[in-house]
């Protein structure tokens, strides 16, 4: 039975890079407080149009730093788990029922900083940017 579940954990996780839409915000179910994000992703190169993904993090430890780290605009690496849940929509004055997908949160690893915190170039110090890889390396001390 363990292995079923941790197979099922395995094939519902993805990795993606995208820039936070705008500041989490803090919700509360019951007892437990969470925080719903809006990450936008784009593909370089391609003319595709950019994709919203839905993102929620329940984790206590890391809700206690997400205001001070995850600014609009930000540059994120997240691991999360698909959840797939209903919703009901008004369409032509008729609720219709339709499925919706949001990430739950399972890592989130800080990349660059918005032009907006850093002078424009990546990294607040008037030089060469990082590359994402490097940036995320030198904020290895961050709480996440």
Do not use: H
Not at 32 to 40: H, I, V
């Amino acid at each position: 039975m363990a292995e079923d579940r941790k197979r099922n954990i395995d094939t519902n996780m993805v990795f993606v890079v995208g820039n936070l839409g705008k500041a989490p915000e803090m919700y509360e179910s019951g007892d437990k407080r969470y925080y719903r994000m809006r990450l936008a992703v784009t593909c370089r190169g391609e003319q595709r149009p950019t994709a919203w993904l839905d993102l929620v993090d329940w984790n206590d430890q890391r809700q206690q730093n997400i205001g001070a780290y995850l600014t609009p605009g930000r540059q994120i690496a997240v691991t999360a788990s698909i959840n797939t849940y209903k919703s009901t929509v008004q369409i032509d004055g008729k609720d219709v029922d339709i499925d919706r997908v949001s990430f739950n949160v399972q890592e989130i690893q800080l990349l660059q900083r918005p032009a907006s915190e850093t002078n424009g170039n990546g990294n607040g110090s008037g030089e060469a940017p990082e590359s994402p890889v490097a940036a995320a390396l030198a904020e290895d001390d961050t709480p996440f």
